[in-house]
T-cell receptor, first 116, second 114 residues
Framework: AQKITQTQPGMFVQEKEAVTLDCTYD???????LFWYKQPSSGEMIFLIY??????QNATEGRYSLNFQKARKSANLVISASQLGDSAMYFC?????????????FGSGTQLTVLP | GAGVSQSPRYKVAKRGQDVALRCDPI?????LFWYQQALGQGPEFLTY????????KSGLPSDRFFAERPEGSVSTLKIQRTQQEDSAVYLC????????????FGDGTRLSIL
């Protein structure tokens, strides 16, 4: 079963506008973490933001914020004031904390293009 | 160095050859992961080390894939008798042991099998 679903293969946004990238997840583990990564065309995976399942507040890191809706099992990434350098592939990932597995499970990604 | 270092950056091999990919994690990071990323897809887990112990190798696609981390720092992913479907980017990541800490990735090795 798909654990992380990113339904937007591609998104376009005008420079300086805000954009929301969707992510839904599926887990029966009560304790888990959600991560967003950015992957530019050069290939490196850059960590952006983390949300724990027990965190009371939505995570924020500079222009990045996470719209966490636990009951809906969604963890959408919001990028405010988009910049041309934000053009990249964005991946949502989850790590379940119970059990022995420590790896991240990734979605299929969303290709974001920022238009000048 | 400050980040995860992988080498080589690019590797081209003929089908049937053996290849070895190297990962040098962030100093002090206990956990080390290998992922395989096909073109246009998200990374998929291959194997996990905690220090020198390989605790999870459930993602290795076949017995042609072998990974080691003998001294708990540098890791090598070896692929024997390569096949065309092995062509992908191989990403290494390291992290602290604490569950809410992010994994930090290297730039990856792009493997092309001819």
């Amino acid at each position: 079963a798909q654990k992380i679903t990113q339904t937007q293969p591609g998104m376009f946004v005008q420079e300086k506008e805000a954009v929301t990238l969707d992510c839904t997840y599926d887990t029966s583990d009560p304790s888990y973490g959600l991560f967003w990564y950015k992957q530019p065309s050069s290939g490196e995976m850059i960590f952006l933001i983390y949300q724990g399942s027990y965190d009371q507040q939505n995570a924020t890191e500079g222009r990045y914020s996470l719209n966490f809706q636990k009951a809906r099992k969604s963890a959408n990434l919001v990028i405010s004031a988009s910049q041309l350098g934000d053009s990249a592939m964005y991946f949502c990932a989850m790590r379940e904390h119970s059990g022995s597995a420590r790896q991240l499970t990734f979605g299929s990604g969303t290709q974001l293009t920022v238009l000048p | 160095g400050a980040g995860v270092s992988q080498s080589p950056r690019y590797k081209v091999a003929k089908r049937g050859q053996d290849v070895a990919l190297r990962c040098d994690p962030i100093s002090g990071h206990v956990s080390l992961f290998w992922y395989q990323q096909a073109l246009g897809q998200g990374p998929e887990f291959l194997t996990y080390f905690q220090n020198e112990a390989q605790l999870d190798k459930s993602g290795l696609p076949s017995d042609r894939f072998f990974a080691e981390r003998p001294e708990g720092s540098v890791s090598t992913l070896k692929i024997q008798r390569t096949q065309q479907e092995d062509s992908a980017v191989y990403l290494c990541a390291s992290s602290l042991l604490i569950s809410n800490q992010p994994q930090h990735f290297g730039d990856g090795t792009r493997l092309s099998i001819l």
